[in-house]
């Protein structure tokens, strides 16, 4: 099994932490994992991206010409990855931001208005918590219980009540689409 | 120790801490900045620790010289043009026997080239890299956990043999997060009779490159020469995977070696016997165990994502007993390993095509 996401959005919008949560919660499920960031000349409110590659097996490349899931938080990410996901993959949208629809029809597309339900939880920086659950409840790739501890480990320098309001719009995302199914 | 996820920049960091690095000096450069940032975090934390962003390449591998005479585990990082500024300076280490890492994240070259992973500095690194007739050890590291092993084990080569040793990486490894789990550092060995703590009321001590007698110089020469033979003999490092049953042998090094073992496992699965051989140590190279495979196995292929440097180790290595071809991406262009099994496929099933290229 080797399973690669590309998480993308605008930068601010807490990308790199939903792969970093992810990849550490991977790694805590026992797979091999890679995770690798966009880098180099980016520029304020520009976009962000990172991949994350789980396995049961060493990973050769950590870069994703074909992936598996695509989950993106906004609309030029969407347009800028959406042709690279895999036949039968599928597509996770932020849809409180992007109003358009995927031009592919050969892969599972799951819209989450995310950053709405994040303002209503209290707190609209949480929109990538949100998405993550949303993310784990169909894919399955990691157990929520070691994905939350995993971005427990990763917050932990932060207070306590960030990462409660997140472990709440983790679960806002997992049981959303549980609802929509 | 438990396993931890980290970026390949700050494990380089963090295992020269562990391994007694207390003294980093570095300018800053895409794709390693992570690495200075992490030592100006971390040194200041443990006992003795110097972090310096010095003014410029040059004045940062001649500080690690200085802290180096001075006894401190040292080490600078750069990635390729920062990496040409640096050669005097490892020359310098090379002709004082100062140990010292230097770390290389790999960009696309020549000139400034860009930012992105890129193998082109091969020749640089292996080749000595300055003037004069040396050589450094030179690591080609291609998981996170290699960044963490051989850091450690290049502070305690450099200490060993007195000599620069070299992390030749490519921007993909330092960017790149991978699970990792640091191994015990090694108490530091090392004749501390060099170091330059103040004569007291014993003898004066010289540290010192220049070498006006012609006959003196020579004797130098030859000196680090036999130095440089011992390494050779004694410190390759290599990795073979699936190489038993092989018809065709890919060799590659670093984030290479990956996507050619990518390349493989597909390979495989559709019955071909392909097998890697993977240098660890780019130098010394390891010769004599590329040779032996020579001895079942006619067809080799060489990729790199330059145009084509470590090829000519290989060719030097198999003197004529086996077929050579050679597939390369440079410009900062990391392939997929699909592309890379389309290139072997094409190149197995017509062998004497190997040589091609050249």
């Known amino acids: 099994m080797l399973v690669k996401t590309i998480l993308c959005g605008f930068g601010g919008q807490g990308v790199l932490m939903m792969g970093y949560t992810l990849a550490h919660g991977a790694m805590n499920a026992g797979y091999h994992v890679t995770y690798l960031p966009s880098y180099g000349a980016e520029v304020r409110g520009g976009t962000a991206n990172c991949t994350v590659a789980v396995s049961d097996d060493e990973i050769a490349s950590p870069i994703a010409s074909a992936p598996d899931h695509i989950v993106a938080l906004n609309t030029p990410s969407l347009y800028t990855f959406q042709n690279r996901v895999a036949p039968g993959g599928a597509l996770f949208l932020n849809s409180s931001i992007i109003a358009v629809e995927p031009s592919r029809r050969d892969v599972r597309v799951f819209k989450i208005p995310s950053s709405e339900m994040a303002e209503k939880l209290g707190n609209p920086r949480t929109a990538n918590t949100v998405m993550m659950g949303a993310f784990l409840k169909i894919t399955g790739l990691v157990p929520p219980d070691i994905y939350l501890r995993g971005m427990e480990t990763v917050m932990g320098s932060k207070k306590k009540s960030v990462i409660e309001i997140n472990r709440r719009a983790f679960a806002a995302g997992y049981e959303f689409l549980e609802k929509a199914e | ?358």
């Open chain 2, 1 to 358: 120790m438990n396993k931890v996820l980290m970026q390949g920049n700050k494990v380089i960091g963090e295992a020269a801490i562990r391994a007694g690095c207390r003294f980093y000096a570095g300018y800053p450069i895409t794709p390693q900045n992570e690495l200075p940032e992490y030592m100006a975090e971390n040194l200041r934390k443990v006992a003795g620790g110097v972090f310096i962003q010095s003014e410029s390449e040059i004045a940062a591998i001649h500080m690690v010289a200085g802290a180096s005479a001075a006894g401190a585990r040292s080490m600078t990082s750069s990635s390729s043009p920062g990496i040409s500024l640096k050669q005097e300076g490892i020359s310098s280490l090379a002709a004082c026997e100062l140990p010292a890492v230097i770390v290389n994240m790999m960009r696309g070259g020549p000139g400034l080239g860009n930012i992105c992973p890129s193998q082109g500095d091969y020749f640089q690194a292996t080749r000595g890299g300055g003037h004069g007739d040396y050589r450094t050890i030179v690591f080609g590291p291609a998981t996170a956990q290699e960044l963490a092993d051989l850091t450690m084990d290049a502070f305690d080569l450099a200490d060993e043999y007195r000599t620069p040793v070299m992390i030749l990486a490519d921007g993909m490894m330092g960017q790149m997060m991978e699970p990792v789990v640091f191994k015990a550092a090694k108490p530091r060995i090392y004749p501390e009779s060099y170091v330059m703590k103040g004569a007291g009321t014993g003898k004066s001590k010289i540290i010192r490159g220049l070498i006006l007698d012609p006959l003196d110089m020579e004797e130098h020469n030859w000196t680090l020469d036999r130095k440089y033979q011992v390494i050779s003999g004694k410190e390759t490092r290599h990795e073979q995977y699936k190489t038993e049953d092989a018809e065709l042998i890919l060799v590659a090094y670093g984030t290479g070696a990956r996507i050619a073992k990518g390349a493989i496992k597909r390979l495989r699965e559709t019955g071909l016997r392909i097998g890697l051989f993977r240098p660890i140590t780019l130098w010394p190279f390891p010769t004599n165990e590329l040779r032996d495979l020579a001895k079942k196995i006619e067809n080799f292929l060489v990729f790199e994502m330059s145009t084509g440097q470590m090829v000519e180790d290989v060719r030097l290595a198999l003197q004529g007993r086996a077929r050579i071809g050679f597939h390369g991406r440079p410009g900062g262009v990391v392939p997929t390993p699909v592309e890379l099994a389309n290139v072997v496929l094409r190149k197995y099933d017509r062998k004497e095509g190997l040589t091609d290229y050249y």
